[in-house]
């Protein structure tokens, strides 16, 4: 009987797809139980419940057959992290971009001596370092427009976030060459790959970036149209960094910020996705929890607080001292520093981008970076709250508790 199914039957990426969907619709719906809990943390439990650490229903062929859609919801997130940095307001106002890479550069030093300090080594510790630099914005907005906030401090924390994604992932490019020598590569893949992966992905995204640019603003008056040609662009990004080898995660980085800083309407920039985006949202956080291994989670949730708390004195620390030798105001600056505290989307890709390039360091990577984004997409919505109130940008109290931001 040729004609009935294999047995186990194995997951295609329709199935998958419907499985991460309906189960992280569970996580998301159990989370708003608890005002507390912000949706995203619920997706990465569910993930964690039913992968392969937990009852294995999302077991690790399935979480593998899931990638081209992780990659999809990346390449979209890193996009609207691109939009983010605006080049302009960065040369208008120095003291800016100074505070970015100063708390950038006293993160990553921080956080490098902290994790040496108990035990880990310096190619883990530099890793770490250099993901953990970036930041969350869409914590940032979804505040923002929660508690209708507006001002200075909104907008010139936008181009902070924007700058921390830059930093991260230049210095995690930076550090391929260590981690490549401390994992016996040969010196053509120390040297070589870095700089091709790095280069060639600017290039990709600043052709793809000029292009949409160019297409779009040729067919300006066909509105509905816009979105199409934007998630196409991202698209086409990801499909051919991945057929040329480059990275998935810059080059749509790169296409954001092209974007952004060519236009000068916001023509593209402006541009809402939709409820639909949601989807690969929780395609990315339910697959990211399948990943997370729950005994390496509680060997490593020591080193997961010093990394919180570390990191949050570091970015607020960075922002507060640059605002103090400029004599600007003090409250502004540390509220600037607590919207730079959540992280997300960039975190998770880079730890994939470690899992594919450095397996002997993955896992400890991994439980450390992803327990923190778990604690920090946590606190994140009530400590931004603070800040607008605290930069007296709030035009209301908070309301219903927030959806989780990515």
């Known amino acids: 009987?040729?004609?009935?199914?294999?047995?186990?039957?194995?997951?295609?990426?329709?199935?998958?797809?419907?499985?991460?969907?309906?189960?992280?619709?569970?996580?998301?719906?159990?989370?708003?139980?608890?005002?507390?809990?912000?949706?995203?943390?619920?997706?990465?439990?569910?993930?964690?419940?039913?992968?392969?650490?937990?009852?294995?229903?999302?077991?690790?062929?399935?979480?593998?057959?899931?990638?081209?859609?992780?990659?999809?919801?990346?390449?979209?997130?890193?996009?609207?992290?691109?939009?983010?940095?605006?080049?302009?307001?960065?040369?208008?106002?120095?003291?800016?971009?100074?505070?970015?890479?100063?708390?950038?550069?006293?993160?990553?030093?921080?956080?490098?001596?902290?994790?040496?300090?108990?035990?880990?080594?310096?190619?883990?510790?530099?890793?770490?370092?250099?993901?953990?630099?970036?930041?969350?914005?869409?914590?940032?907005?979804?505040?923002?427009?929660?508690?209708?906030?507006?001002?200075?401090?909104?907008?010139?924390?936008?181009?902070?976030?924007?700058?921390?994604?830059?930093?991260?992932?230049?210095?995690?490019?930076?550090?391929?060459?260590?981690?490549?020598?401390?994992?016996?590569?040969?010196?053509?893949?120390?040297?070589?790959?870095?700089?091709?992966?790095?280069?060639?992905?600017?290039?990709?995204?600043?052709?793809?970036?000029?292009?949409?640019?160019?297409?779009?603003?040729?067919?300006?008056?066909?509105?509905?149209?816009?979105?199409?040609f934007i998630i196409g662009a991202v698209m086409l990004t990801v499909g051919l960094a991945s057929i040329l080898n480059l990275s998935a995660l810059f080059a749509p980085l790169v296409l954001g910020i092209v974007v952004k800083n060519l236009e000068q309407e916001d023509l593209l920039s402006q541009i809402e996705f939709g409820e639909s985006f949601e989807l690969f949202f929780i395609i990315l956080f339910v697959s990211t929890g399948a990943n997370l291994h729950l005994h390496e989670l509680f060997a490593l949730a020591p080193a997961v607080a010093l990394l919180v708390v570390a990191r949050s004195l570091a970015k607020v620390g960075g922002v507060v001292a640059v605002a103090a030798a400029a004599q600007e105001p003090l409250p502004t600056a540390t509220a600037r520093g607590l919207l730079l505290i959540p992280m997300a989307g960039l975190a998770i890709g880079l730890t994939q981008t470690t899992a594919e390039l450095f397996p002997d360091v993955a896992a400890s990577v991994a439980a450390i970076v992803l327990g923190a984004v778990a604690v920090f997409e946590t606190i994140g919505p009530p400590i931004a709250a603070y800040a607008f109130k605290l930069a007296g940008e709030a035009g209301q109290a908070l309301g219903e508790p927030s959806e989780s931001a990515h």
């Open 1 to 228: 009987m040729d004609f009935l199914p294999t047995w186990p039957p194995a997951f295609n990426t329709m199935t998958t797809f419907g499985l991460l969907l309906i189960l992280g619709a569970l996580g998301g719906y159990l989370a708003h139980r608890f005002p507390w809990l912000p949706s995203i943390t619920g997706f990465m439990l569910i993930g964690l419940l039913f992968g392969p650490s937990g009852l294995a229903l999302l077991d690790a062929r399935t979480v593998a057959e899931s990638r081209i859609l992780v990659d999809i919801a990346l390449g979209l997130i890193v996009y609207r992290l691109g939009l983010s940095l605006n080049i302009a307001l960065l040369k208008e106002r120095p003291t800016l971009a100074i505070a970015g890479l100063a708390e950038s550069a006293l993160t990553f030093a921080v956080i490098i001596g902290a994790l040496w300090i108990i035990g880990f080594s310096t190619v883990v510790a530099a890793l770490v370092g250099a993901i953990v630099v970036s930041s969350s914005p869409a914590v940032l907005l979804h505040v923002a427009n929660e508690v209708k906030a507006a001002g200075d401090v909104t907008n010139t924390t936008k181009a902070l976030v924007g700058l921390n994604n830059l930093i991260s992932f230049v210095a995690f490019s930076a550090l391929l060459p260590l981690a490549q020598y401390s994992s016996g590569k040969n010196w053509s893949d120390i040297l070589l790959l870095p700089t091709y992966r790095f280069f060639g992905s600017v290039m990709l995204g600043c052709a793809v970036g000029v292009t949409i640019y160019f297409l779009t603003h040729r067919t300006r008056d066909a509105v509905q149209y816009r979105l199409a």
